[in-house]
C-alpha cells in the first residue's frame, strides 16, 4: 500500500557544529559570526558581547560642583 505521507518527508537537517555561547545546534544553511574562532548564533551576539566585554562597562560619573 501507497503512503500518503512518505513523499512528503522534509530533508533531515545536517548539524554543521555548536554555538561556542549557547552551546546549542547551528545547522547547515544557518548563519553565525566566527569571532576569534568562536561559531556564535545571531540571536546569542548581544548576550555575548555582553558577557565579553563586561569588564570594560564602566559608569559615567561628573565630578560634583
Partial sequence: MYNQESWFE???ERIF???DFC???IYEGEPYYSIGGKMIHGECLGDFA???FAGCLKEAVCDGM
Avoid: D, I, L, V
Fill in 10 to 12: 522534509a530533508p533531515e
Fill in 17 to 19: 557544529g555548536c554555538c
Fill in 23 to 25: 552551546g546549542n545546534e
Fill in 50 to 52: 555582553a558577557s565579553h
